[in-house]
C-alpha cells in the first residue's frame, strides 16, 4: 500500500478524503493536523477518534503555534498588517504554515502522495498546492472533492454507505479559530448587503466597565501585559481572553481572492486589532518619517504576498529582514482602554520617542534654528513648484 498524508480536520470532506483514499483507493492513510492555534486538547482527542474511526493508518496533531508566531505573526505585527486595511489574515496565514508542516511530514515518513479537501472555488487550493509543488515536487497531489466537484450530500452518502454513521449536519456559521483571529462564515457573508448577527460571533459582551491595559513591547514584539511578562503567544492569548468578553474585534472583511472573485468574510479578532493598532501607534513616535514611508508600501505587499500563497518567494525572506531591522528602536508602553465593542489608544511612554527632542515643540517654539533659518528653508523648498508655475503660468 503506498502512503499518502491526508491533511485532516475532522469535517465532513476530510473526512469523505480519508475513507475514500483507503477504501476506494487502498492508500495506507496518515492523517495530520496542524494546530495552528485554537484547538483545545478535547478537540484534538475527538479530531483523533473519528480519524481511526475512519480507518487512517495513523493520525498526528502537530503543535505548530510557536512556529505559526515565529515564521508569520511577528512580522504581521511588525508590518501593521491588516488586509485592506481591515483583516488581520488570520485563516490564510495560518494555511501557509500548515502546508509546510504537512509536506515535511510527508518527506519523513517517505509518502510519494498528499491530499487535502479543498474545493474548486478558494483560495486554500492554491496555498496548498503551491507550497507542496515548491517543497517537494515530487509528490503527487490528490484532491478528492476538487476533482470530483463532489456535493456535500453526495460525500454523507458515501460515508453511509461505508458504516460511518456521524452527524453532519451543517453548522449555521462555520467557525475557523487559530491563533491570530478567528473566521466566522455563514448566509450572510454571502450576500453584500447583510451583517453577521451577534450571535454568530464566538465570543459574547460580558464585561461592560471600561478596562486600563498597559502594554510593554520591546523591539516590536509583545512582552508584557501590566508589567506581568510572558512570550509574545501567552501575551496574545491572555490579551485576548480579557479583551473578547468585550466584543472587541469584530467586522466583515471583503477582498479579492487569488482566481480573481470577490469574497466577504466575518472575523473576530480582539487580540490581534488591539496589537497591531497599538504597535503601529508606538512606531508613530519612534520611527522616523521615511522608516514609516516605506514600512507601508513593504507592509502591503508583504501581507498580499502571504495571503496569495507566495510565502517562498525570496523576495519575502528581504521584507521581514527590513521589518526586523526597523524593530531596533519600537520599545516602550502603550496605554489603552476597553469598552464594549472598542478600544481606544491612550498613549505611549517610551525612550526612543521622538516628540521629547529638545531642538523643538511642535507649534510652539524653537532652539535649533533661527527667525531667518526658517524663511530661507522655506524659500528654497518652493523652488521647484515657483519654476514650474513660472514656465507653465500661460495654462
Known amino acids: 500500500m503506498e502512503k499518502i498524508v491526508l491533511a485532516y480536520s475532522g469535517g465532513l470532506d476530510t473526512s469523505y478524503c480519508a475513507k475514500y483514499l483507503s477504501a476506494e483507493k487502498g492508500f495506507e492513510v496518515h492523517a495530520v493536523s496542524v494546530n495552528t492555534g485554537g484547538f483545545t486538547q478535547k478537540e484534538i482527542d475527538s479530531i483523533e477518534e473519528k480519524a481511526y474511526m475512519l480507518g487512517v493508518k495513523s493520525y498526528v496533531n502537530i503543535n505548530a503555534i510557536s512556529t505559526f508566531y515565529n515564521k508569520v505573526v511577528k512580522y504581521l505585527i511588525f508590518g501593521n498588517i491588516l488586509k485592506n486595511n481591515t483583516y488581520p489574515l488570520s485563516v490564510s496565514a495560518e494555511r501557509i504554515i500548515q502546508a509546510i508542516e504537512i509536506v515535511t511530514y510527508a518527506k519523513k515518513i517517505g509518502a510519494k502522495y498528499i491530499a487535502h479537501g479543498s474545493t474548486g472555488a478558494g483560495n486554500d487550493q492554491i496555498r496548498f498546492d503551491m507550497i507542496f509543488q515548491i517543497l517537494a515536487p515530487e509528490i503527487e497531489i490528490i484532491t478528492p472533492i476538487r476533482d470530483m466537484k463532489l456535493s456535500r450530500q453526495t460525500e454523507i452518502e458515501f460515508l453511509r454507505e461505508h458504516g460511518v454513521e456521524l452527524s453532519w449536519e451543517k453548522a449555521q456559521y462555520s467557525i475557523n479559530k487559530g491563533l ?30 471600561p478596562r486600563k491595559l498597559k502594554l510593554s513591547f520591546e523591539k516590536g514584539e509583545l512582552i508584557a501585559i501590566d508589567y506581568v511578562k510572558r512570550t509574545p ?6 490579551l485576548n481572553e480579557i479583551a473578547s468578553k468585550y466584543a472587541i474585534g469584530r467586522d466583515i472583511h471583503v477582498g479579492d481572492t487569488i482566481i480573481g472573485i470577490k469574497g466577504r468574510v466575518g472575523f473576530e479578532a480582539a487580540a490581534p486589532l488591539i496589537i497591531i493598532k497599538a504597535h503601529h501607534l508606538l512606531e508613530k513616535h519612534v520611527l522616523t518619517k521615511w522608516q514609516q514611508h516605506h514600512k507601508d508600501y513593504l507592509s502591503n505587499w508583504y501581507g498580499t504576498m502571504l495571503h496569495e500563497g507566495q510565502y517562498l518567494d ?22 489603552i482602554t476597553l469598552y464594549p465593542y472598542r478600544f481606544s489608544l491612550d498613549g505611549i511612554q517610551s525612550a526612543h520617542d521622538l516628540m521629547n527632542s529638545t531642538v523643538a515643540a511642535y507649534g510652539e517654539m524653537n532652539d535649533g534654528w533661527t527667525a531667518e533659518d526658517a524663511k530661507g528653508f522655506i524659500k528654497i523648498l518652493s523652488n521647484q ?6 514656465v507653465n503660468n500661460s495654462k
Do not use: C, H
Open 314 to 335: 525570496a523576495v519575502m525572506r528581504n521584507i521581514e529582514a527590513f521589518l526586523e531591522d526597523a524593530q531596533s528602536n519600537v520599545s516602550g508602553d502603550v496605554m
Open 180 to 209: 491570530w483571529g478567528t473566521s466566522v462564515g455563514g448566509k450572510e457573508t454571502l450576500t453584500s448587503s447583510d451583517p453577521l448577527p451577534e450571535s454568530a460571533y464566538p465570543s459574547q459582551l460580558e464585561e461592560k466597565e
Open 233 to 238: 503567544v501567552e501575551n496574545i492569548e491572555a
Open 385 to 390: 513648484n515657483k519654476i514650474f508655475n513660472q
